[in-house]
Protein backbone atom coordinates (compact mmCIF):
# COMPACT_ATOMS: atom_id res chain seq x y z
CA UNK A 1 0.00 0.00 0.00
CA UNK A 2 2.15 2.93 -1.27
CA UNK A 3 1.41 6.33 -0.32
CA UNK A 4 2.91 8.92 -2.89
CA UNK A 5 1.28 12.11 -1.31
CA UNK A 6 4.41 14.26 0.00
CA UNK A 7 1.97 15.72 3.36
CA UNK A 8 1.53 12.34 4.18
CA UNK A 9 4.72 12.34 5.93
CA UNK A 10 3.90 14.85 9.47
CA UNK A 11 7.54 14.52 10.56
CA UNK A 12 9.16 15.66 7.38
CA UNK A 13 8.04 19.49 7.98
CA UNK A 14 9.66 19.71 11.70
CA UNK A 15 12.98 17.62 9.64
CA UNK A 16 13.21 20.83 7.00
CA UNK A 17 12.48 23.31 9.33
CA UNK A 18 15.61 22.01 11.88
CA UNK A 19 17.54 21.42 8.48
CA UNK A 20 16.84 25.08 7.58
CA UNK A 21 17.89 26.48 11.05
CA UNK A 22 20.73 24.85 11.38
CA UNK A 23 22.16 26.21 8.27
CA UNK A 24 21.12 29.69 9.60
CA UNK A 25 22.56 29.24 12.88
CA UNK A 26 25.84 27.84 11.16
CA UNK A 27 26.09 31.05 8.44
CA UNK A 28 25.28 33.29 11.27
CA UNK A 29 27.97 31.99 13.81
CA UNK A 30 30.61 31.82 10.52
CA UNK A 31 29.93 35.34 9.57
CA UNK A 32 30.15 36.80 12.90
CA UNK A 33 33.22 35.11 13.77
CA UNK A 34 35.25 36.31 10.70
CA UNK A 35 34.02 39.56 11.19
CA UNK A 36 35.07 39.71 14.81
CA UNK A 37 38.68 38.42 13.70
CA UNK A 38 39.09 41.73 11.82
CA UNK A 39 36.84 44.27 13.14
CA UNK A 40 35.92 42.92 17.04
CA UNK A 41 34.09 41.28 18.93
CA UNK A 42 31.80 43.69 19.14
CA UNK A 43 30.87 44.24 15.09
CA UNK A 44 30.41 40.03 14.99
CA UNK A 45 27.69 39.76 17.51
CA UNK A 46 25.84 42.78 15.77
CA UNK A 47 26.42 41.34 12.14
CA UNK A 48 25.53 37.41 13.38
CA UNK A 49 22.07 39.07 15.15
CA UNK A 50 21.85 41.05 11.97
CA UNK A 51 21.79 38.27 10.05
CA UNK A 52 19.83 35.83 12.15
CA UNK A 53 17.28 38.66 11.73
CA UNK A 54 17.22 39.14 8.14
CA UNK A 55 17.00 35.31 7.68
CA UNK A 56 14.30 34.15 9.88
CA UNK A 57 12.16 37.27 8.22
CA UNK A 58 12.90 36.45 4.89
CA UNK A 59 13.51 32.60 5.01
CA UNK A 60 12.45 30.84 8.29
CA UNK A 61 9.16 32.08 8.31
CA UNK A 62 8.34 30.02 5.43
CA UNK A 63 9.56 27.01 6.06
CA UNK A 64 7.12 24.36 6.16
CA UNK A 65 4.74 24.43 9.21
CA UNK A 66 4.44 21.51 11.83
CA UNK A 67 1.40 21.14 13.45
CA UNK A 68 3.11 22.49 16.56
CA UNK A 69 3.93 25.57 14.33
CA UNK A 70 0.50 25.59 13.12
CA UNK A 71 -1.69 25.76 17.01
CA UNK A 72 1.36 28.27 18.03
CA UNK A 73 0.09 30.79 15.65
CA UNK A 74 -3.53 30.14 16.44
CA UNK A 75 -2.48 30.27 20.46
CA UNK A 76 -1.13 33.75 19.48
CA UNK A 77 -3.82 34.69 17.58
CA UNK A 78 -6.25 33.83 20.23
CA UNK A 79 -3.83 35.55 22.98
CA UNK A 80 -3.83 39.15 21.15
CA UNK A 81 -7.62 39.06 20.84
CA UNK A 82 -8.22 37.59 23.82
CA UNK A 83 -5.77 40.41 26.03
CA UNK A 84 -6.32 43.81 23.78
CA UNK A 85 -9.46 44.99 25.84
CA UNK A 86 -7.12 44.69 29.07
CA UNK A 87 -4.09 46.48 27.33
CA UNK A 88 -4.78 49.91 28.40
CA UNK A 89 -4.99 48.27 32.19
CA UNK A 90 -1.66 46.46 31.72
CA UNK A 91 0.02 49.63 30.72
CA UNK A 92 -1.65 51.68 33.52
CA UNK A 93 -0.54 48.78 35.69
CA UNK A 94 3.61 48.89 34.93
CA UNK A 95 2.96 53.01 35.13
CA UNK A 96 2.02 52.54 39.01
CA UNK A 97 4.85 49.80 39.42
CA UNK A 98 7.19 52.16 37.94
CA UNK A 99 6.20 55.40 40.11
CA UNK A 100 5.74 53.44 43.16
CA UNK A 101 9.10 52.04 42.68
CA UNK A 102 10.28 55.60 42.20
CA UNK A 103 8.57 56.47 45.53
CA UNK A 104 9.94 52.99 47.32
CA UNK A 105 13.28 53.76 46.41
CA UNK A 106 13.60 57.54 47.04
CA UNK A 107 11.52 56.54 50.80
CA UNK A 108 13.92 53.72 51.91
CA UNK A 109 16.56 53.50 49.54
CA UNK A 110 16.94 49.79 49.53
CA UNK A 111 17.05 48.14 45.98
CA UNK A 112 16.33 44.63 47.86
CA UNK A 113 13.09 45.75 48.68
CA UNK A 114 12.12 46.98 45.08
CA UNK A 115 12.89 43.42 43.88
CA UNK A 116 10.37 41.87 46.36
CA UNK A 117 7.91 44.61 45.05
CA UNK A 118 8.32 43.95 41.65
CA UNK A 119 8.16 40.31 42.05
CA UNK A 120 4.94 40.04 43.96
CA UNK A 121 3.92 42.95 41.67
CA UNK A 122 4.74 40.40 38.77
CA UNK A 123 2.89 37.43 40.53
CA UNK A 124 -0.48 39.48 41.26
CA UNK A 125 -0.41 40.14 37.28
CA UNK A 126 0.99 36.64 35.42
CA UNK A 127 -2.04 35.50 38.43
CA UNK A 128 -4.68 37.58 36.79
CA UNK A 129 -3.86 37.03 33.11
CA UNK A 130 -4.14 32.97 33.87
CA UNK A 131 -7.62 33.42 35.45
CA UNK A 132 -8.52 35.44 31.96
CA UNK A 133 -7.40 32.78 29.86
CA UNK A 134 -8.86 29.97 32.19
CA UNK A 135 -12.10 31.92 32.09
CA UNK A 136 -12.20 32.90 28.61
CA UNK A 137 -11.12 28.88 27.89
CA UNK A 138 -14.22 27.60 29.88
CA UNK A 139 -16.32 29.51 27.96
CA UNK A 140 -15.08 28.47 24.74
CA UNK A 141 -15.41 24.78 25.92
CA UNK A 142 -19.41 25.11 26.79
CA UNK A 143 -20.10 27.61 23.37
CA UNK A 144 -18.51 24.68 21.78
CA UNK A 145 -20.59 22.34 23.51
CA UNK A 146 -23.63 23.80 23.17
CA UNK A 147 -23.25 24.22 19.19
CA UNK A 148 -22.40 20.49 18.84
CA UNK A 149 -25.48 19.53 21.47
CA UNK A 150 -23.47 18.02 24.16
CA UNK A 151 -23.04 18.69 27.65
CA UNK A 152 -20.15 20.41 29.77
CA UNK A 153 -18.97 19.79 32.60
CA UNK A 154 -15.47 20.95 34.32
CA UNK A 155 -14.78 17.60 36.28
CA UNK A 156 -15.26 14.07 35.28
CA UNK A 157 -15.59 11.14 37.82
CA UNK A 158 -12.39 9.03 37.83
CA UNK A 159 -14.38 5.67 38.16
CA UNK A 160 -16.40 6.45 35.33
CA UNK A 161 -13.97 5.21 32.94
CA UNK A 162 -12.61 2.05 31.78
CA UNK A 163 -10.73 0.35 34.74
CA UNK A 164 -7.71 -0.46 32.71
CA UNK A 165 -7.40 2.88 31.40
CA UNK A 166 -6.97 4.11 34.87
CA UNK A 167 -4.13 1.77 35.35
CA UNK A 168 -2.16 4.25 32.58
CA UNK A 169 -0.12 5.44 35.45
CA UNK A 170 -0.73 7.48 39.13
CA UNK A 171 -2.86 10.41 39.94
CA UNK A 172 -5.68 10.31 36.91
CA UNK A 173 -8.05 12.03 36.93
CA UNK A 174 -10.38 13.98 34.15
CA UNK A 175 -11.45 17.20 33.31
CA UNK A 176 -13.62 19.05 30.60
CA UNK A 177 -15.95 16.96 29.89
CA UNK A 178 -18.10 16.71 27.16
CA UNK A 179 -20.95 14.54 27.18
CA UNK A 180 -23.05 13.70 24.06
CA UNK A 181 -23.98 11.12 21.01
CA UNK A 182 -22.45 11.09 18.12
CA UNK A 183 -23.28 8.39 15.13
CA UNK A 184 -26.00 6.80 17.51
CA UNK A 185 -22.97 6.04 20.06
CA UNK A 186 -23.14 7.65 23.42
CA UNK A 187 -19.66 9.90 23.61
CA UNK A 188 -17.86 11.73 25.92
CA UNK A 189 -14.52 13.94 25.02
CA UNK A 190 -12.32 14.99 28.17
CA UNK A 191 -8.98 15.63 28.93
CA UNK A 192 -7.22 12.72 30.87
CA UNK A 193 -4.29 13.29 33.07
CA UNK A 194 -1.57 10.96 34.98
CA UNK A 195 1.68 10.47 36.39
CA UNK A 196 3.93 8.03 34.82
CA UNK A 197 7.89 6.70 35.03
CA UNK A 198 9.04 8.83 38.16
CA UNK A 199 5.97 10.92 38.53
CA UNK A 200 6.45 12.47 34.74
CA UNK A 201 3.07 14.37 34.11
CA UNK A 202 1.08 13.91 30.84
CA UNK A 203 -2.09 14.83 29.52
CA UNK A 204 -3.94 13.81 26.59
CA UNK A 205 -8.01 14.55 25.45
CA UNK A 206 -9.88 11.40 24.65
CA UNK A 207 -13.00 10.56 23.11
CA UNK A 208 -14.96 7.72 24.41
CA UNK A 209 -17.28 5.55 22.72
CA UNK A 210 -19.37 3.08 24.10
CA UNK A 211 -20.59 0.87 22.12
CA UNK A 212 -23.48 -2.13 23.00
CA UNK A 213 -20.99 -4.94 21.58
CA UNK A 214 -17.75 -6.17 23.09
CA UNK A 215 -14.87 -5.63 20.77
CA UNK A 216 -10.76 -7.24 21.86
CA UNK A 217 -8.85 -5.16 23.60
CA UNK A 218 -6.02 -3.65 20.68
CA UNK A 219 -4.14 -0.67 20.52
CA UNK A 220 -3.51 1.56 17.04
CA UNK A 221 -0.42 3.95 18.32
CA UNK A 222 0.31 6.83 16.16
CA UNK A 223 4.25 6.83 16.10
CA UNK A 224 3.71 10.84 16.17
CA UNK A 225 2.11 11.25 18.99
CA UNK A 226 3.65 10.40 23.03
CA UNK A 227 0.94 8.72 24.05
CA UNK A 228 2.10 5.79 23.29
CA UNK A 229 4.84 6.17 24.95
CA UNK A 230 3.42 6.51 28.47
CA UNK A 231 2.63 2.62 28.77
CA UNK A 232 3.49 -1.16 28.16
CA UNK A 233 0.41 -2.89 26.47
CA UNK A 234 1.34 -6.06 28.10
CA UNK A 235 0.34 -4.83 31.43
CA UNK A 236 -3.29 -4.84 30.00
CA UNK A 237 -3.22 -8.29 28.02
CA UNK A 238 -1.22 -10.52 26.42
CA UNK A 239 -1.13 -8.97 23.19
CA UNK A 240 0.62 -9.47 20.51
CA UNK A 241 2.67 -6.89 17.96
CA UNK A 242 0.88 -7.50 14.39
CA UNK A 243 2.82 -6.42 11.33
CA UNK A 244 0.18 -5.60 8.72
CA UNK A 245 0.78 -5.19 4.87
CA UNK A 246 2.35 -2.20 3.24
CA UNK A 247 3.44 0.57 5.24
CA UNK A 248 0.37 1.12 7.67
CA UNK A 249 3.86 -0.12 10.99
CA UNK A 250 5.66 3.10 9.54
CA UNK A 251 2.93 5.70 10.89
CA UNK A 252 1.22 3.26 13.92
CA UNK A 253 2.49 0.62 16.17
CA UNK A 254 -0.55 -2.25 16.56
CA UNK A 255 -1.16 -4.45 19.55
CA UNK A 256 -3.70 -7.31 20.01
CA UNK A 257 -5.15 -9.47 22.10
CA UNK A 258 -4.45 -12.92 21.36
CA UNK A 259 -7.34 -14.99 18.91
CA UNK A 260 -8.30 -11.79 17.90
CA UNK A 261 -6.29 -11.06 14.54
CA UNK A 262 -9.20 -11.38 12.38
CA UNK A 263 -11.04 -8.71 14.32
CA UNK A 264 -8.44 -6.31 14.09
CA UNK A 265 -7.86 -6.88 10.54
CA UNK A 266 -12.00 -6.07 10.32
CA UNK A 267 -11.18 -2.19 11.72
CA UNK A 268 -7.93 -2.14 9.95
CA UNK A 269 -9.42 -2.60 6.22
CA UNK A 270 -7.24 -1.51 2.84
CA UNK A 271 -9.13 1.57 2.53
CA UNK A 272 -9.04 2.02 6.36
CA UNK A 273 -5.54 2.38 6.74
CA UNK A 274 -4.81 4.59 3.94
CA UNK A 275 -7.14 7.08 5.73
CA UNK A 276 -5.57 6.86 8.81
CA UNK A 277 -2.23 7.29 7.10
CA UNK A 278 -3.59 10.07 5.16
CA UNK A 279 -5.35 12.04 7.70
CA UNK A 280 -5.45 10.58 10.91
CA UNK A 281 -1.76 9.34 11.64
CA UNK A 282 -1.47 11.95 14.65
CA UNK A 283 -4.52 10.08 16.60
CA UNK A 284 -4.16 6.91 18.79
CA UNK A 285 -6.97 4.26 19.34
CA UNK A 286 -7.78 2.09 22.24
CA UNK A 287 -10.14 -0.85 22.85
CA UNK A 288 -10.74 -1.95 25.74
CA UNK A 289 -14.29 -4.15 25.67
CA UNK A 290 -17.26 -1.99 24.93
CA UNK A 291 -15.26 1.23 25.15
CA UNK A 292 -13.53 2.68 22.48
CA UNK A 293 -11.10 5.80 23.27
CA UNK A 294 -9.53 7.84 20.37
CA UNK A 295 -6.43 9.71 21.67
CA UNK A 296 -6.88 13.42 19.91
CA UNK A 297 -3.67 15.22 18.60
CA UNK A 298 -2.44 16.38 22.01
CA UNK A 299 -3.19 20.19 22.81
CA UNK A 300 -1.81 20.03 26.09
CA UNK A 301 0.59 23.21 25.27
CA UNK A 302 -1.88 25.36 23.95
CA UNK A 303 -4.78 26.96 24.90
CA UNK A 304 -8.05 25.76 23.80
CA UNK A 305 -8.97 26.11 20.47
CA UNK A 306 -12.00 25.92 18.69
CA UNK A 307 -10.86 25.28 15.23
CA UNK A 308 -8.54 22.68 16.35
CA UNK A 309 -10.76 20.83 18.86
CA UNK A 310 -13.81 20.70 16.04
CA UNK A 311 -11.55 19.39 13.71
CA UNK A 312 -10.15 16.65 15.84
CA UNK A 313 -13.93 15.82 16.75
CA UNK A 314 -14.83 15.76 13.04
CA UNK A 315 -11.89 13.03 12.52
CA UNK A 316 -12.83 11.25 15.32
CA UNK A 317 -16.86 10.92 13.71
CA UNK A 318 -15.60 10.28 10.54
CA UNK A 319 -14.01 6.79 11.16
CA UNK A 320 -16.48 6.10 13.89
CA UNK A 321 -19.02 6.03 10.85
CA UNK A 322 -16.42 3.88 8.77
CA UNK A 323 -16.27 1.81 11.70
CA UNK A 324 -19.92 1.30 12.69
CA UNK A 325 -21.47 -1.71 10.86
CA UNK A 326 -17.93 -3.50 12.21
CA UNK A 327 -18.67 -2.69 16.03
CA UNK A 328 -22.53 -3.66 15.24
CA UNK A 329 -22.04 -7.20 14.49
CA UNK A 330 -19.09 -6.99 16.88
CA UNK A 331 -19.08 -9.90 19.45
CA UNK A 332 -16.03 -10.86 21.01
CA UNK A 333 -14.97 -13.25 23.78
CA UNK A 334 -10.86 -13.66 24.88
CA UNK A 335 -11.64 -17.01 26.50
CA UNK A 336 -12.05 -18.60 23.07
CA UNK A 337 -9.64 -20.31 21.45
Not at 279 to 291: E, G, P, W
Amino acid sequence: MQNNNPSIDSNAPGRAGLLVKVAAIVFCVVSGIVVARYYGVGYGVILGIGFWVWIYYNVLKYRPKTQGDILHEQEMHLQRSLFRPYRKWIMYFFLIVGISNAVLYLVTRELGLLGVFDMASIVLLLLFLSRIRNNAAQESRKSVASEMGFEFSQTGDILSIHEKLRTFGQDSRITNVFSGVIEGYPVRIFDFSYTWMKKAAYEATLLEITNSRKCPNMFILSKSDAFGETFDSTRFFSGVPVQLEGDFSNYFDLFVENYAEDEIRQFLAPDIMVTLIDTMSDLSFVFFDDKIYVVLSNNSEHDFSKDHFTEQVNKARFIVTKWSLTLSRMNFTSSRS
